[in-house]
């Protein structure tokens, strides 16, 4: 099983970027994927997750309005829609495969595997 991430790069605040994570050894069309981030001293933090069905989704406080994830009916593919982007947004970005879909207000779901980071830098 092999997450791919893409997308990651330098980007003014106020700027845009996507992310993009393919996956491939299995079928995970019906399987909740999502992305973390990571500073580095911090511990990761769930960003954004999304059900198997593409239809429920969750959003850390912090990036609620401003980021979008979706994936495409029946791609193992999740895109992470980044706009208006700030400074604390900087981290390395991991994609990862949930063992469960969760929405409450801090939700710190399972992951059953992990993609490589792709690093966004925000500068101000």
């Known amino acids: 099983v092999q997450l791919q991430a893409s997308g990651g790069g330098l980007v003014q605040a106020g700027g845009s970027l996507k992310l993009a994570c393919a996956a491939s050894g299995r079928t995970f069309t019906y399987s909740p994927m999502g992305w973390f981030r990571q500073v580095p001293g911090k511990e990761r933090e769930f960003v954004a997750g999304i059900n198997g069905g593409g239809i429920y989704t969750y959003y850390h406080h912090s990036v609620k309005g401003r980021f979008t994830i979706s994936r495409h009916k029946g791609e193992d593919t999740v895109y992470l829609q980044m706009n208006s982007l700030k400074p604390e947004d900087t981290a390395v970005y991991y994609c990862?495969?949930?063992?469960?879909?969760?929405?409450?207000?801090?939700?710190?779901?399972?992951?059953?595997?992990w993609g490589q980071g792709t690093l966004v830098t925000v500068s101000s």
């Open positions: 990862a495969v949930l063992n469960y879909f969760c929405s409450v207000a801090d939700c710190r779901p399972p992951v059953d595997y």
